[in-house]
C-alpha cells in the first residue's frame, strides 16, 4: 500500500504524524518509529486522521536530507529539562516536528532558526538560545555547516474565518449573547435561553472584549488574567489546549479566550 504516493509526501507525511502524536521515534542511535496510545483509535477506525494533500512541486522533488540522529537526541534532552523546570509536557516546549527540522537543517543563526516551523517570535525570544548553542556546537565538532538553503520556506499558516480566534468580525448570533449579556443576563442563562454551549456564549463576548466593547474584567478576575497573560506570553496563543493544561482546572477556557482577545485588542500579541 502506499505505493502511489511520492516519497518526499511519505516523509512528510510521516512528520506530520509525528507532530500529531500518532507516531513517535526513539531515542536509540538508529530511531525507529514507534506507535502510541493516540494511534490505537485510528487504527481500530474509530478516528480518522487528516493530513494536508497539497505540496508545491518544487517541494517534492527536493532531496530528502537525513536528520542527525544523535543531534535530535540531544535536543530531545534539553526539551525534557527545560519542561520538566516549568512543570510542563515537552511538547508545550517545541514540537517534535520542529526538534526534527533542527536536526535536518542545522540552522546557525538566530534569524535561520526562525525559519524553521514551531519558532515564532515568542519561542524564539524564550529558547531560541537555549536550542541554537547545542546546535551549533554539535556541527563544529562534527564539521557540518548550515543546511537552511535546503529548506523550503516556512508557510504562513492560513487562518479559516469560521471558529477562529482571531474575532475577525462579528455575526448576528453574536450580537445577541452580547445584547443578553448587556440586560442582565449571565453566560449560563444565555446559554441556557439560546440553547447554545456556554463555550460558544463565552466566545461571542470575546469578540467585543477584542472590539474594546466590554471589560476583559467581567469575565476574569484581576489575578487570573494576568497569569493567564503571562503563560500567553511565554508559550504563544496558537492553540488554546495546551494553555489550559498549563494553567490547571482553575481556569475556564472562556477566561483563556476572554484574555487571549483583550491582548489581541491592546496589540500584545
Given amino acids: 500500500m502506499g505505493a502511489d504516493i511520492h516519497r518526499a509526501d511519505w516523509f512528510r ?3 506530520e504524524l509525528v507532530a500529531l502524536g500518532y507516531l513517535q521515534t526513539t531515542d536509540d542511535e538508529y530511531p525507529v518509529l514507534k506507535l502510541t496510545e493516540k494511534s490505537d483509535a485510528v487504527l481500530k477506525g474509530l478516528e ?8 508545491i512541486t518544487e517541494e517534492r522533488e527536493q532531496e530528502i536530507i537525513p536528520y542527525e540522529a544523535g543531534l535530535l537526541s ?13 512543570n510542563v509536557p515537552p511538547y508545550i516546549i517545541l514540537s517534535d516536528a520542529t526538534l526534527l527540522e533542527m536536526a535536518t537543517y542545522l540552522p ?24 541554537l548553542i547545542p546546535v551549533k556546537n554539535y556541527c563544529g565538532k562534527h564539521g557540518l ?13 492560513k487562518v479559516k474565518t469560521k471558529g477562529n480566534n482571531n474575532f475577525n468580525r462579528a455575526s448576528d448570533t453574536a450580537s445577541e449573547s452580547f445584547q443578553l449579556y448587556r440586560l442582565g443576563k449571565t453566560v449560563p442563562e444565555i446559554a441556557l435561553l439560546r440553547n447554545l454551549a456556554v463555550t460558544t456564549i463565552e466566545g461571542h463576548l470575546s469578540y467585543y472584549i477584542y472590539k474594546g466593547e466590554m471589560d476583559v474584567e467581567e469575565m476574569v478576575n484581576d489575578d487570573k488574567k494576568h497569569f493567564i497573560k503571562e503563560t500567553v506570553e511565554s508559550y504563544g496563543a496558537e492553540k488554546l489546549g495546551p494553555l489550559k493544561e498549563i494553567l490547571g482546572e482553575n481556569y475556564s477556557y472562556g477566561e483563556i479566550k476572554a484574555v487571549v482577545a483583550w491582548m489581541r485588542h491592546t496589540g500584545e500579541i
Fill in 108 to 131: 546557525q543563526t538566530l534569524d535561520e532558526l526562525h525559519l524553521i516551523s514551531g519558532f515564532g517570535d515568542v519561542k524564539l525570544a524564550r529558547y531560541g538560545r537555549e536550542f
Fill in 13 to 15: 507525511y510521516i512528520r
Fill in 48 to 55: 480518522k486522521v487528516e493530513l494536508i494533500a497539497t505540496q
Fill in 145 to 157: 555547516a548550515s543546511r537552511m538553503a535546503q529548506k523550503s520556506a516556512k508557510k504562513e499558516r
Fill in 74 to 86: 540531544e535536543l530531545k534532552l534539553i526539551r525534557r529539562d527545560i519542561a520538566a523546570n516549568q
